[in-house]
Nanobody, 121 residues
Framework: QVRVVESGGGLVQPGGSLRLSCAASGSIRRINVMGWYRQPPGKQRELVATFTRGGGTNYADSVKGRFTISRDNSGNTMYLQMNSLKPEDTAVYLC???????????????WGQGTQVTVSS
């Protein structure tokens, strides 16, 4: 069984910062892709930032220079440092991970339940 859980959301004023965490746990053999999406109110889900299969990173144009994605040494916990937050960053932020489990040679995509980020004065 694999779980992906986000934390760290909340209410912040424009220009402020937040750090989100995403922890993957369970019978994990390998995490191939891990990243962040967000879903603003009334809009579709969109990519925020992700680690690619090649080990690089990819950011949405709207967050470049403000958000930074990182992982811990185990590779199972990922962070999203969000600086200079804007009201348009308000959304539910979701973690996704493409994981190979200990019991299967196949890769499965897992999503967390999401954490709310609200940027408002």
């Amino acid at each position: 069984q694999v779980r992906v859980v986000e934390s760290g959301g909340g209410l912040v004023q424009p220009g402020g910062s937040l750090r989100l965490s995403c922890a993957a746990s369970g019978s994990i053999r390998r995490i191939n892709v891990m990243g962040w999406y967000r879903q603003p109110p009334g809009k579709q889900r969109e990519l925020v930032a992700t680690f690619t299969r090649g080990g690089g990173t990819n950011y949405a144009d709207s967050v470049k220079g403000r958000f930074t994605i990182s992982r811990d040494n185990s590779g199972n916990t990922m962070y999203l440092q969000m600086n200079s937050l804007k009201p348009e960053d308000t959304a539910v932020y979701l973690c996704h991970a493409a994981i190979q489990t200990s019991s299967s040679p196949f890769e499965y995509l897992y999503w967390g339940q999401g954490t709310q980020v609200t940027v408002s004065s």
